[in-house]
């Protein structure tokens, strides 16, 4: 599954494109290009509603592997860039 972000960073930097690959024994590997590091992954089991919550710390890698169980959750990729903690 792809979902592309079709708008132009501030930085001339191409968007974030994130690609998740289908759960494999109990895990759910997150990919994403585009834009620049630090990067932080986040979830939350709504699309809507809730706070988005870190998965793991801010990183420089382009994926992130987590822990898949059978409740829904939607992921997102924010680039820290120019914020970095």
């Known amino acids: ?3 592309e972000i079709n ?3 501030e930085y001339g930097l191409p968007p974030l494109q994130v690609t998740l690959d289908p759960a494999v024994n109990g895990t ?3 990919r994403w290009t585009g834009e620049a590091p630090p990067y932080q992954l986040q979830s939350r089991t709504s699309l809507t ?3 988005w ?3 793991g710390a801010p990183t420089q890698a382009l ?3 987590v822990q898949s169980d059978s409740a ?3 992921f997102r ?3 820290l860039f120019g914020n970095a903690p």
């Open 7 to 9: 708008e132009t960073w």
């Open 72 to 74: 829904a959750r939607f």
């Open 1 to 3: 599954m792809r979902c």
């Open 63 to 65: 994926t992130r592997t």
């Open 77 to 79: 990729v924010l680039s």
């Open 28 to 30: 759910l590997e997150i």
């Open 53 to 55: 919550q870190k998965e």
């Open 49 to 51: 509603t809730g706070e």
